[in-house]
């Protein structure tokens, strides 16, 4: 990301936001009294929000998606009854649940229920398939699972490789009169005898229970599962939805972002309870419906990532951009090439960008309304120099980390702390992993967040990039490991190193690998090669851009040069000679990339 001089914040700019801060202030104090539970004896997290919201507005919209327009009172009731039904099947506190449903209201329900009984909800990405299923269900170790009619064929081909009853193997209609598959159990209607009064379950649930398992992309190219726990979830409800946003009864926040990850699931839909808010989702994201749904809902605030922004944004301009209700939006991933246009040409007020990850313990948030920035954080947080191949921290000659001057780029550490607790991952490994010691200080701990950011003045952070080996494209973590084992699978493919290149005015890394025919080039059938990727991978994991090497150049201790390959991208003329190959939006098959083509693509001729 480039910074430009209207970045950092000075001291006029914040002196013209102190009505801003005073207006902001209650609700700070509010927030961090109502986020920041401490008594190990009192109920909090999901269910106990979401009843507190059904009394402050029974009869308000709670969820809505196409026709369907439930109250508080309408969704806590079914959500009742599947509790009542769950726990009289055997499931109870700190079972694990996997959910397998696609963004719509019974998905919300579900997991809902489920947080009511004390159970944790395991957010199980519904594309996946194969051995990406599998190792994500398997990783949690399930006493049941919940599939959506729409899932079923994706988990009938795995259902073999799992140890799940057929007796807690739900199932949920995906419209009505539909037949129950064999050896499946229909949950809903087998759920509507049971009582619809609260469980007194949703009461013994407190702020170290697990709420979710939120899967992130594993260095290993598999998933791993981080753990979301009810306290967190009261610290990210009243952040963003009191703090942030001040959501109220009379606000419909529209999110078209996937429920499997934090940002809709947890920030989207916890502003939401926060403030007893309408809750409009889609089943996926539209750019032509957009608007259209935001009316329709009478949105005032908007869920997004960057990628969503810049596809509005590349909609044809209409006389009715600026005709909704909208006010604010948060999210993240917006770069500052598109934030000036897409405020301006939608004519949004407050952009509350903010960065957070699944399975980490800091949020920042742009409460002030600032430009190009992720906030701030009320957590302790430093960023330190890192070596820029290995992405390690560096230490001094007393074995301490050394901070970034302003404005530079740094690695981010977040400090863990009472106030700020690693729930990290199913993995207790894993999670060790993360952690830095003695950083500053003999016996500190750090949360390695992975990430660059830098900082702009009065502690308001803006991200610049995502170390390590993964990257983000179309609002999703991208494996490089994971795409390396699925293109070493295919026969004439000897080598192969996955990474991610810049796009000019796109969100995030396009995917893009080297690797080095068994054979020779000539054998290799690029129809053929990307139909068998797109058979192994999500859409978001294909390379779109394929670099053919006759050896691969490595270290020293047999590393690959991945930062080289990074940095001369796709650009023919760095290749040194290389072929490099294109796979073209609504093609089927990869082409000879010239430098022509190179520069269509970067100034914006093929759309990704």
């Known amino acids: 990301m480039s910074r430009t001089p209207s970045d950092a914040i000075t001291w006029g700019m914040m002196l013209r936001k102190l009505p801003a801060i005073a207006r902001a202030v209650p609700r700070i104090v509010k927030g961090m009294k109502l986020a920041n539970v401490q008594d190990p004896s009192q109920p909090c997290g999901l269910g106990w929000c979401f009843e507190q919201a059904v009394r402050r507005n029974p009869h308000g919209p709670a969820l809505l998606c196409d026709e369907t327009a439930w109250s508080y009172a309408q969704v806590n009731e079914r959500a009742n009854r599947i509790a009542h039904y769950l726990m009289a099947q055997g499931i109870g ?218 596809y509005l944004i590349d909609q044809p301009a209409a006389v009715e951009d600026r005709q909704h209700g909208v006010k604010k939006m948060i999210g993240n991933g917006l770069r500052p090439g598109a934030w000036s246009a897409f405020k301006t040409r939608f004519g949004i007020e407050h952009i509350c960008e903010l960065y957070a990850a699944s399975d980490g313990n800091i949020g920042f948030t742009n409460v002030l309304n600032f430009d190009n920035t992720v906030g701030f954080s009320l957590m302790g947080w430093e960023l330190v120099q890192y070596d820029h191949d290995s992405g390690v921290p560096l230490r001094n000659l007393h074995g301490r980390m050394q901070k970034v001057p302003k404005g530079q780029p740094g690695l981010l550490l977040a400090r863990i702390d009472e106030k700020a607790p690693l729930d990290g991952y199913t993995d207790p490994a894993k999670t060790e992993k993360t952690i830095y010691r003695d950083v500053f200080t003999p016996g500190d701990r750090y949360f390695n967040t992975g990430d660059l950011l830098r900082n702009i003045g009065f502690g308001h952070g803006q991200f610049v990039d995502r170390l390590g080996d993964t990257y983000r494209w179309k609002g999703e973590n991208v494996s490089t490991t994971e795409v390396e084992n699925v293109l070493l699978q295919h026969p004439q493919v000897a080598e192969a190193v996955a990474y991610g290149v810049e796009i000019k005015n796109t969100n995030g890394r396009a995917g893009m690998a080297a690797i080095t025919p068994a054979e020779s080039l000539a054998t290799l059938d690029f129809s053929e090669l990307l139909q068998f990727l797109q058979g192994r991978l999500p859409p978001y994991a294909v390379p779109l851009f394929l670099r053919i090497k006759v050896k691969m150049d490595t270290t020293g201790t047999f590393k690959y040069q991945k930062t080289r390959l990074k940095t001369e991208g796709f650009d023919p003329c760095s290749s040194g000679g290389e072929p490099i190959y294109a796979w073209l939006p609504g093609t089927a098959t990869y082409v000879p990339l010239d430098r022509q083509l190179a520069t269509q693509i970067q100034g914006g001729q093929w759309r990704y």
Not at 278 to 299: C, E, L, N, P, T
């Open 93 to 310: 506190k700190g079972d694990c649940v996997a959910v397998f449903i696609e963004n719509r209201p019974q998905l919300l329900v579900t997991v809902l229920a489920v947080a009511k009984v004390g159970a944790v909800s395991a957010m199980v990405n519904t594309s996946q398939t194969g051995d990406a299923l599998v190792h994500s269900l398997a990783l949690v170790t399930p006493v049941a699972v919940v599939v959506g009619d729409e899932r079923v064929s994706a988990f009938k081909d795995v259902r073999g490789r799992t140890a799940l009853s057929s007796t807690r193997t739900w199932w949920v209609a995906d419209q009505d009169g539909t037949d129950v598959p064999p050896d499946f159990v229909d949950l809903i209607s087998h759920s509507d005898p049971f009582p619809t009064d609260n469980p007194a379950s949703s009461q013994q649930v407190f702020f170290n229970d697990p709420c979710f398992y939120l899967y992130t992309s594993g260095t290993t190219g598999l998933p791993k599962a981080g753990v979301f726990r009810h306290g967190r979830w009261m610290r990210t409800s009243t952040s963003f939805g009191l703090i942030a946003l001040d959501m109220q009864p009379d606000d419909v926040l529209y999110c078209t972002l996937p429920l499997y990850h934090a940002t809709g699931l947890c920030v989207c839909w916890g502003a939401a309870i926060c403030g007893a808010s309408g809750f409009a989702i889609r089943r996926k994201f539209s750019a032509s419906q957009f608007w259209g749904d935001v009316r329709r809902y009478r949105a005032t605030t908007l869920g997004y990532v960057g990628e969503l922004c810049r």
